[in-house]
T-cell receptor, first 115, second 114 residues
């Protein structure tokens, strides 16, 4: 049973380009969470999605960032017109039912570097 | 809003030393508490969690944590660390109301010297 798969592992973009980060949850999981990790700052919640629905996007910047989790295919975190401050590790996690005491399964992350 | 504080950013211990990592949260209601670990080059994985019952919870690899409601704390402990415990440790909280996603602390980097 494959774990949470994120790709690419490393992504380099120049300022102004778009970044697309993909996350395939564990089989049978319909709840996906995106977190961003900056050095010395831990993991910051960005967005929580269920299949075809955004449940909570309160941690995601209003501009340039968007997320989706279509009926078929992986969840996508999209960053338009990237800036140097977007450089970070982006982690995706999934869970079966979204319960509050449920364990999250994490992917290995995507390291985004903006030149 | 819920928040989590981890006061120790970087801890260095020798093998066989005892470990205690602090975690405090701010939320007055019912909470679910977690410790996750990230070994070098690996993804985060769950060490242990508390959501009800015995406030002393035992996790994998000899770790345990104690929930003290009056102190809003959930400190992680291990009596005798090993070199292989070198990792980053994250405390996280999920309250019974409000945001459903976990809120993480800033993490503690543990370095165990052989």
């Amino acid at each position: 049973n494959a774990g949470v798969m994120q790709n690419p592992r490393h992504l380099v973009r120049r300022r102004g380009q778009e970044a697309r980060l993909r996350c395939s949850p564990m089989k049978g999981h319909s709840h996906v969470y995106w977190y961003r990790q900056l050095p010395e700052e831990g993991l910051k919640f960005m967005v929580y999605l269920q299949k075809e629905n955004i449940i909570d996007e309160s941690g995601m910047p209003k501009e340039r960032f968007s997320a989706e989790f279509p009926k078929e295919g992986p969840s996508i975190l999209r960053i338009q017109q990237v800036v140097r401050g977007d450089s970070a590790a982006y982690f995706c996690a999934s869970s079966p039912t979204g319960g509050r005491n449920e364990k999250l399964f994490f992917g290995s992350g995507t390291q985004l570097s903006v030149l | 809003a819920q928040s989590v504080s981890q006061h120790n950013h970087h801890v260095i211990l020798s093998e066989a030393a005892s470990l205690e990592l602090g975690c405090n949260y701010s939320y007055g209601g019912t909470v679910n508490l977690f410790w996750y670990v990230q070994y070098p080059g690996q993804h985060l994985q769950l060490l242990l969690k508390y959501f009800s019952g015995d406030p002393l919870v035992k996790g994998i690899k000899g770790f345990e944590a104690e929930f003290i409601k009056s102190k809003f704390s959930f400190n992680l402990r291990k009596p005798s660390v090993q070199w292989s415990d070198t990792a980053e440790y994250f405390c996280a909280v999920n309250a019974d109301t409000g945001r459903r996603a976990l809120t993480f602390g800033s993490g503690t980097r543990l370095q165990v010297q052989p």
